[in-house]
Structures are given as C-alpha cells and as structure tokens.
C-alpha cells in the first residue's frame, strides 16, 4: 500500500491536557481510514493535525507530493506540512484536502451549485466553467435537480450530500471528515456515509472519518481507536 | 420578572468573557452615541422653539389705550440684522412696563444694546454704524432675558413722542417690510410673533429630526443584534441547563436593556457635559445660552429609556429568529421577495414630484412636505433596488467575493439597505439643500442702498443731498430714483449705487440715514431677509443632518458589520479551515456595503441634484458650485469613514475563525 499522509509522532498540549500523546498513523492513497473513540479522547484533535489545522506540539506531519520549507526532505517525495507558514497551509488545504464537517459550513445565502463551485473559483477556474464542474456531481450524489436551491431548502442529508460534492471537486488527495453523520438521523446517516466512501474511493483520493457510530465506521477500509490521545486498538477490514 | 432569570441573567454577563465583554461595550457605544443624538435634537428643537419665543417682545402688539409707542426697524450690518426697537412714552399717560432685559422703560436719550452689537459698536468706524444711533450718551447693555442669543444684535432706544423713527411713516409699507419694520401704540410687551431670524428655526429643526431618527433607530437595532448574535452562541447550553426559551429571551431583553440603559446613561451624561460646547455651535442668529439647550430630566429619562427599550426590542427579535431556526443560524430557507410594487411607487412618486414642481415657484412648507414624500417613497424603494443591485451584480460576477457579496445582497436586501440607507438619504437631503436652495437668487442688489422717501417729490429732493452726503462720507456712488433692482419695491426714493466692499455699503446706509425721514435706509440683505432666513436654515439644516447622519450612519455600519461576523462565525471558521483565505471573505463584506453605497449614495445625491436644479430652475435661480463640491468632498470622507468601520471588525473576524474547536464543535 502506498501511503499519501503520515503523522510520526503527533504530540498537542492545551495547557496542561494532552490531546494527542504521541500518535502514529499512516493513510494510503485510495484509503479510508475511521478514527473513533470516547468524547474528548483527541479525534477531532488528530484530525485537525493530520489535515494541517492545528500545529503539533511534537512530531510530524508528512505529505506525499509535497516540498519541505527547510531541511532535507524525510523521504524521497514527501514533505512536512506540519512547519508551514499560515498562507501555505491555508492553500495547501484547498488544493489538495477536502473537509466535511458536521453542518453549517455551506453559505446560506448559495445556491447548492455555487457552494460547490466556490472553491474551484478560489483556484481560479473561470465562474462558468468552475459551476459546470460543479453540476457534474449532483446527479452521482442523487442530487439531481437540486442545484439551484439553497442550503436552508435542503435537508440535512442533501446538505451533507453538497458538502460532499464540495470537498470533492477540487480533486483533492484526502478528504477529511469530522463527525459527517452527527446531525443526521441513523437511516440518511447511513446513507450519506456510503456515498462519502465510494465516492472518495472512485476519485481516488484518501478519506479520513472522525465518528463515534461504529455502523458508520464499519465503511471504512480501517478503524482506528483513540483513547487518551493514544490509539488503543487498530483494525483492519480489506487487505491491500 | 422572576428573579432566577435575573440572576441568571447576571451570572452569564458576567462569565462571558473578554468577546462578550467587547460586544457589551460596543452596544453600550452605540446607546450612548445614540441617546447622545436624540438629545442634540431634542434640545435644538425644544431650545429653538424657546429662543424664537424671546424674539416675540420685539414687534409690537397694537393696543388703542397703549401708553407708548413701539417701533420696530431692522437694519444691516456686513449683512448681519440689526434689531432696532424705538420706544416713546405717551405723554399723561400710564407708566408702561419696562422690556424684557432692560431696568426699566427707556427715557428719552437712552439706549441700550446688546453685549454683541456693543462689541461691533467698539470694533467698527462710527460713520459704518455708530452714526446710525443717538449719538450723545452712552449706551446700557440689553440682558439675556431680552435677547434670543449671545450672538443677537439687538439696540433699545428711547425717543420723544414726536420723533420720527415712531412716528407713521415709520410703520411698514413696501413689500419687503413685513416682520423687520413695524410700528404701533402699545401698552406693554406681550408681542407674540416669533421674529423673521428665528420664526422657521424649529420647523427646520423638526425636518432634521424626522430624517435622523430612522438612522438613530437603525443603530440602537443594530446594537442590539450585536448583543443577540452572541447571545446565541450559548443559547444550545442554556437550553441543555433547562432555560425554556421564554426564559433565554426574558434574559436577552434583560441584559440588552441594562445595557443599552447603562450606555444610553453615558450618552445623557456625555450631552449635559457637552452642553456648553453645543451651545457654541452656530444655527440661524448664532449660538445658544447654555440653558435653553437643557431639555430638563424628564425628557433626559425618556430617551434613556426608549434607547434601551429599543435595543432591547432588537435583541429579542433576532433571537426569536434565531432561535427557531433547528441549526440556530439565523437563515430564512427562501428570501422574502421584494416586490415590483416598491418601483411603481417609487416612480409614482417622482412623477408626482415632477408635476408638482413644474410652473410655479413653491413655498418652504410644499417643499418640504415634498421631500419627506420623497423620503418614504426611497424607504421602499432602497430594498427593492439593493435586492436587484444584488441580483445583476450575482449574474455576471467573476470573483468569489463579488460573488458572495452579490448573494448576501439579494438574501437581506432589507438589513443591506438599513446599513447604508443613512448615508444615501444623507446624500440626498445634502445634495437637495446644501446645493440647491444655496443658490436663490432674485434681483440682483449688489452695492445698492435704497433710502425710501414719503413721496416723489421728496425722492427728486434727496437726489443731491444724498450725493452730498456720500461724497463727504468719501464713498464713491450714483444716485438716481430709477430702481431696476425693485430694491425700493413699491415705494418712492432714492436709489445709490455704491462702488467698494462690505464697507462702503455700510458708511453708506449710515451717512443716508438723515434723508430716511424716520426710516432707516437699507440694502440688499433687508430686501432678502424673507428668503434667506428659510434658505439658510435649510442650507444649515442640510450640514448638519449630513454631519449626524454619517456619525450614526458609520457607528451602525461598523456594528451591523461586527453582528454579521459574530451571526456566521460558524460558517465562516469552516470555510477557514477548508482553506478560504480571509482576504476572500473580508472583501466579500466590504463589497456587501460598498456595492449599493456606491450605486445609491451616487444616485440620490445625484437625484437629490437633479431635484434641486429643477426646483430652483422654477424659482429663477441658479445652483451653488461650492455647495455641489462640498456635497462630493462629505459622500466621499462619509464613504470612507463607513469603509474604516467595517475595517475595524476584520480583527474580530480574524479572531472567531483562528479556533478550530470553535467552529467544528
Ligand atoms: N482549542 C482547545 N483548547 C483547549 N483544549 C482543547 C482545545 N481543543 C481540544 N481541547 C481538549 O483536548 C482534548 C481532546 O479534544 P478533541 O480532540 O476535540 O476530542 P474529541 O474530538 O475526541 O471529542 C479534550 O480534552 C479537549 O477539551
Ligand atoms: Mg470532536
């Protein structure tokens, strides 16, 4: 298997509780990768460093495809993000990650097809052309006929369908998803988790879930468990 | 109220932090800023009302048992009125009652002036000014009571009964006499006409409050949003701590109220320290004796109060909005629609405007009435523009900030337009009367004195004297009875056409003094004191609403601006994290008040123009150049000071979105 995205060692602090104790983890290109645990175990915490968020307190972050700022790269291509400056992690989360979150992150004022295209018109694609890209995911995501409604006319699981499609256009190497399924009831959660998957898998791209819902995390190709900022247990469903 | 609610409510103001705290004082700045203003206008208008009142004694109240005589001549001075009340004592009759601000009733020989013209007195040679008076004793000072402003001037003379500046040809005869020259027998000074300086003041005074206390309103709403949007951010824990909702709005309305209160009480206390500074700002015959701007405590406590009511209104029913809202976002799913009815009415109107400006020259009062209509008639319209505005500019938008700006526009056009409708009217009301009614002009009366004269005869008779007169004054001028400049209006006598400045004109209307036959010779100013008393005011009224309005207009905009980034915190810290460089989303908010500011702040003062050169094109006159260059100089630094106020809450924004946990949580 060859991996996209590593962290060695991750260390954070918040004054004097450790969120993340030394953690290790490896997430292979076309991989997903469940991330569960207790509340305020470090989920989030891992997640945000791994997708260069929040700056570790110790070790590293690695980056296939990426060139190191300083120092002699780790390994033959691949970069630490983890020593970035703000602008180029800022970049570097749009270009090449995608985020779900668990609501609230698509404009109200948008309509769906815009909410998607927007971040393809940050990398500046011209308008009509980032908007058609855009359409081209509402009819795989069951979406069909919903682009010009706003998110406040979608419910929950259409929302999350658009913020799939939104992660997702960019062409992005890992999507990062952060309790994807929590504002949703069991049946679309479900349902919403299963597109995610696939659709991250047919792209190609890595998908890194943070979920408390064992069912939701048994799509994915791996189940890590942290407990106290340390993984407990690690679970493999396919082999590679 | 039950007291867990307060005390709750305390509790949690208490505990919110260094961010709850910034937003509480930001509320607190604009209660005070707003009560601070409703104040200002409370006191112009109530100390105008109160000012005008004191002018009342000045024109006589005719009694046929009067037991004197009073005349009343106003007088010119470098263009500033001089008030000039003669009055004789009727032989075998009663005492009559002294003046208001003199001792007692003037005896023959006395005079007295105001501390003012006393000072013009002592300052100016006596042939511009001196010479027009008694010239043998000294003069006594008028007090307040009988003065309108420290700035008035105003002379009390006593005459014999059988002087002429009493007798009948003193009374009021040609057309421009009315309100400056009146004569009568009288029996005391119950007069009740408010004087031509100060009778328009307070109506104006009353135009400038109607076209603030929108703007005013606008910011007490806003601040109260501001208190809403971060009051929401606990409204789930509190929900969780067993709060029903009646409670969390009771402790909303609670705690926006103590602070708007506790602001509002700032701004009392910032208007009664700033009296005397407020007392020195000019309007109409000058500044103000500190004690008639003082509105007294009851209105004081009634503007406390209805900020704080306000604020309090606002807060709780954005979070009712909020709150029925399942994610608490303040979203509305489908966008109220502005309606096509809003540019019917508009344009409805505008015609009706244009019809009723065509033809005839019109009075003050149509004027205005016209402007308000005009005003309401933008009210609904703003929305209905800014949702279109927003619209066009999202068809054909290239950049994502453009993009989201444009959308924003269309998804609130209501909460655009309130953001920069200050400003726009603003604009227009500045454009109608800084630059319009500036420019009256009529005849053209520069460097004439008029010297009216019983008959015509008496006029051909004056011809040389008048000549022998000014050349001993030295004050190169003709003189002839021709009056193409209708100066003299209907009566007879001698016009002279004066050479040289402000100077000549006034040793000119002093040494032709003797040929008036107890009237006093006068210039321009007299002929325009009608006219120009509305159309300063109006002109004043028009810079000061501008200035208040661009005060209360960018207090509002850097609020509205701050409640924006606290409503969509959220939202904005994911896009954040997913990568958004802040620079997109900062501009997008700018772009949201600058779009419509730019289309319609330039379009009504434009209007505002066009309204004011089609007017006065109906009143014969022309536009003021200046006033028109003062006008873009005030929109532009108006503009840009609304530009830095939503600037300021760039850091705030900044600081919502650096924490992730904030946002994903
Ligand atoms: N920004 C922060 N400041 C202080 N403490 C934090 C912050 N973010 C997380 N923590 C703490 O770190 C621990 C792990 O948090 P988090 O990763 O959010 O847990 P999870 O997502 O598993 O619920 C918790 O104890 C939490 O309180
Ligand atoms: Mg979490």
Redesign the interface.
């Known amino acids: 298997m060859s991996a996209v995205l590593a962290g060695v060692g991750l260390i954070k602090k918040y004054g004097s509780t450790t969120a993340l104790a030394g953690v290790d983890v490896e997430v292979g290109a076309c991989d997903s990768l469940a991330i569960m645990g207790p509340s305020g175990s470090g989920k989030?915490t891992l997640l945000?460093t791994l997708?260069g968020?929040?700056r570790p307190d110790g070790g590293q972050v690695l980056l296939r495809g990426e060139r190191s700022e300083m120092g002699v790269p780790p390994a033959e291509g691949w970069g630490r993000i983890d020593d970035l400056g703000e602008?180029r992690l800022?970049?570097?989360?749009?270009?090449r990650?995608?985020?779900v979150?668990?609501?609230?992150?698509?404009?109200?004022?948008?309509p769906a097809e815009?909410n998607v295209a927007?971040?393809l018109?940050?990398e500046g694609l011209?308008?009509a052309q980032a908007v058609e890209r855009a359409r081209r995911w509402f009819a795989p995501l069951g979406l069909d006929g919903l682009e010009r409604r706003?998110?406040?006319?979608l419910s929950g699981g259409q929302a999350q369908r658009v913020a799939i499609a939104r992660?997702l256009a960019v062409a992005p190497d890992v999507v990062f998803a952060?309790e994807p399924t929590g504002a949703l009831d069991q049946a679309t959660g479900t349902e919403v988790v299963r597109l995610l998957t696939s659709v991250t898998r047919e792209q190609g791209a890595a998908l890194v879930m943070v979920t408390h819902d064992a069912e939701v995390a048994a799509h994915c190709d791996r189940i890590l468990q942290v407990r106290d900022g340390r993984i407990s247990n690690y679970s493999q469903f396919t082999v590679s | 109220m039950r007291s867990p609610v307060l005390h709750l409510t305390w509790h949690l103001a208490r505990s919110s932090g260094r961010r709850g705290l910034q937003s509480q004082l930001l509320a607190a700045a604009a209660a005070a800023v707003g009560s601070l203003v409703l104040l200002t206008l409370l006191a112009a208008y109530l100390g105008a009302g109160a000012r005008a009142d004191r002018t009342a004694w000045r024109t006589p109240a005719p009694d046929r048992h009067g037991t004197a005589i009073q005349a009343l001549t106003t007088t010119y001075v470098r263009d500033e009125p001089i008030t000039v009340v003669s009055l004789a004592q009727l032989p075998h009759h009663a005492r009559t009652p002294a003046p208001p601000g003199l001792n007692s009733f003037p005896k023959q020989g006395d005079w007295y002036v105001s501390p003012a013209l006393a000072r013009l007195l002592r300052t100016l040679p006596p042939t511009q000014l001196a010479y027009r008076f008694p010239k043998s004793t000294p003069y006594a000072t008028i007090s307040a009571a009988g003065l309108a402003s420290p700035d008035e001037l105003v002379a009390v003379i006593g005459r014999a009964p059988t002087d002429p500046t009493v007798s009948k040809s003193a009374d009021r005869q040609g057309i421009y006499d009315d309100g400056l020259t009146a004569r009568s027998v009288v029996s005391g000074f119950a007069g009740t006409r408010r004087s031509v300086f100060t009778a328009d003041d307070q109506a104006a005074v009353l135009l400038g409050v109607g076209l603030l206390v929108v703007p005013v309103i606008v910011l007490a709403a806003a601040a109260g949003r501001l208190g809403a949007a971060r009051r929401e951010q606990r409204l789930a824990a509190l929900r969780l701590a067993g709060a029903t909702p009646r409670q969390i709005l009771a402790m909303t309305g609670v705690e926006a109220a103590a602070v708007g209160a506790a602001g509002a009480l700032v701004g009392a206390v910032a208007y009664g320290a700033l009296l005397p500074a407020l007392a020195e700002v000019p309007y109409g015959i000058g500044t103000w004796y500190v004690g008639q701007l003082w509105v007294g405590l009851p209105w004081v406590a009634a503007v406390v109060v209805g900020v704080a009511g306000l604020i309090a209104v606002s807060a709780m029913s954005t979070l009712r909005q909020v709150a029925s809202s399942p994610?608490g976002?303040a979203?509305?799913?489908?966008?109220r629609r502005t309606r096509l009815v809003r540019l019917v009415l508009f344009v409805a109107v505008l015609v009706y405007i244009r019809v009723s400006t065509d033809g005839s020259a019109l009075k003050p009062g149509t004027l205005v009435a016209l402007m308000v209509l005009f005003y309401g008639a933008f009210w609904m319209f703003g929305p209905w523009i800014v949702d279109r505005l927003g619209r066009v500019v999202g068809r054909f938008?290239?950049?994502?900030a453009t993009?989201?700006a444009a959308?924003?526009l269309?998804?609130?056009p209501r909460g655009a337009w309130r953001t920069v409708s200050g400003l726009v009217l603003a604009g227009f009301v500045a454009g109608f009367f800084t630059v319009g009614l500036l420019g009256i002009v009529g005849f053209d009366h520069r460097g004439q004195v008029a010297v009216p004269t019983a008959n015509a005869a008496d006029a051909r008779h004056a011809v040389g004297e008048a000549r022998r007169l000014l050349r001993a004054a030295g004050v190169d001028a003709t003189v002839g009875t021709d009056d193409e400049g209708f100066l003299l209006g209907s009566s007879d006598g001698v016009v002279a056409r004066v050479s040289g400045g402000p100077a000549a004109l006034d040793t000119a209307v002093t040494v032709l003094q003797p040929l008036g036959a107890g009237r006093l010779p006068y210039a321009g100013a007299y002929a325009e004191a009608q006219d120009t008393a509305v159309s300063d005011r109006l002109a004043q009224l028009g810079t000061a609403t501008l200035a208040v309005s661009f005060l209360v207009a960018t207090a509002s905009a850097g609020l509205t601006a701050a409640a924006n980034v606290l409503d969509r915190r959220?939202?904005y810290g994911?896009?954040?994290?997913?990568?958004?460089?802040l620079r997109?989303l900062d501009r997008a908010r700018v772009r949201e008040t600058v779009l419509p500011l730019l289309v319609l702040a330039g379009g009504t003062t434009a209007t505002g123009l066009y309204a004011a050169v089609q007017v006065n094109k109906a009143a014969g006159s022309t536009i003021s150049t200046s006033g028109a260059v003062q006008l873009a100089v005030c929109v532009t630094l108006g503009a840009l000071a609304m530009l830095a106020a939503i600037g300021a809450s760039r850091p705030l924004l900044r600081a919502v979105t650096a924490d992730?946990?904030h946002?994903?949580?």
């Open positions: 989030s945000h997708a968020i929040v602008n800022s970049a570097l989360r749009r270009k990650f995608g985020f979150f668990q609501s609230g992150q698509l404009l109200p004022e948008l815009e927007l971040p018109m940050l011209p308008r706003r998110p406040g006319q992660a952060d | 994610l976002v979203q509305q799913s489908d966008p938008a290239r950049r994502p993009l989201l959308r924003r269309s998804d609130d959220r939202t994911l896009l954040r994290l997913s990568g958004t460089p997109v992730p946990a946002a994903t949580d």
